[in-house]
């Protein structure tokens, strides 16, 4: 941590000639290479021009930034609840550019000691305002061991505003993941509300944002070794329904239509259901359903260390005051398309 706090200072006063251990803590990236950087990274330390700012960062409980291709996700959790932002960005050399709005973000990429750090300036500007912010991003959130560096940019001295509750050992993501030992139809059999759920493609947060609520139904079929399996969608005052029969195996089960296979995993909440949608062996989605609307603070945070854990987005959690649709409709529901 004192390297990071040494390139901070480094950063924080470019007024005065930098000596020449911050030339070498401050020297850019020559190429801004996008498969070292794909996938997901915690915030652990940042340093802010605008002193103002850090109140605002303080009142964040984490917060996490999924690159992939080229889109950038940032989810933070604030409260206990998750917000998201999606941007698109571009490459040239080591810089990266950005745009929401009238605001216009570059972004700088610094060498550093730290093989699974990422060490970022942020430029941001618009027509009535611009403020220089330093990042330090790690794949872990823990507390960096080791020095790095941030003291030749005008930017505050570094602050780690986040609770490192969640960083996960491999032991403890065993435990979390185990899946259950059998999957019993008569605990499935009726009505299951989405709380909550992760995916592996940041892309599909849009599709899961844009779903005002969600349930799914397992029911008996006229053949005792199948089960009808029916998801509900309400999206801009609309119901559909999706059905698909599936399979019941061991800790899980199959579906008849697509390539899919989910896992039930352990879970202390006693009228919950954690799933897990692989296909072929790479999970995809993780849901967390239950016979309530929503759940206990506890149950929550346990569910999104399990996404944690599968190194997948910050949960999205449902909202709860919005009504969920029937259960049935008059005639037959569609063939699903996507499980």
Not at 207 to 213: A, N, P
Not at 273 to 300: C, H, I, N, P, W
Request: glycine share 4%; charged share 20%.
């Amino acid at each position: 941590m004192f390297a990071i706090l040494l390139t901070v200072l480094c950063l924080v006063s470019v007024s005065r000639s930098a000596p020449l251990a911050c030339e070498k803590l401050v020297k850019p990236l020559e190429q801004f290479d996008i498969q070292n950087v794909t996938g997901r990274w915690s915030l652990v330390a940042v340093s802010l021009e605008d002193r103002a700012h850090e109140n605002i960062v303080r009142r964040k409980d984490s917060i996490v930034v999924d690159i992939r291709n080229s889109s950038y996700i940032e989810a933070e959790r604030v409260a206990g609840r998750c917000q998201y932002d999606l941007l698109d960005f571009t490459l040239e050399g080591h810089i990266l550019t950005m745009k929401a709005g009238n605001v216009n973000l570059t972004g700088t990429l610094f060498y550093t000691s730290c093989a699974d750090c990422m060490v970022l300036t942020m430029h941001i500007k618009s027509p009535t305002y611009r403020t220089v912010e330093f990042y330090l991003l790690s794949r872990r959130r823990q507390k960096l061991e080791g020095p790095e560096c941030l003291c030749c940019f005008s930017v505050s001295v570094p602050f780690v505003p986040f609770s490192m509750s969640h960083c996960m050992s491999p032991s403890a993501c065993e435990k979390l993941l185990h899946p259950l030992e059998q999957l019993d139809f008569h605990h499935l059999e009726g009505s299951w509300a989405l709380v909550a759920g992760s995916v592996s493609d940041p892309a599909h947060l849009e599709s899961l944002k844009s779903r005002d609520s969600a349930r799914i139904i397992f029911a008996g079929n006229s053949d005792a070794s199948k089960i009808s399996f029916t998801r509900v969608f309400s999206s801009d005052d609309s119901c559909q329904y999706m059905h698909s029969n599936i399979t019941l195996q061991g800790s899980g089960f199959t579906f008849e239509q697509f390539n899919i296979t989910v896992t039930a995993l352990n879970t202390s909440c006693s009228d919950c259901a954690v799933m897990r949608f692989d296909k072929s062996k790479q999970v995809q989605r993780l849901y967390l359903f239950s016979r309530r609307r929503e759940v206990g603070q506890t149950e929550m945070e346990e569910f999104k260390a399990q996404a944690a854990c599968l190194n997948i987005t910050a949960p999205f959690a449902m909202d709860p005051s919005k009504e969920l649709c029937p259960e049935k409709i008059s005639g037959n529901p569609a063939e699903g398309q996507n499980a």
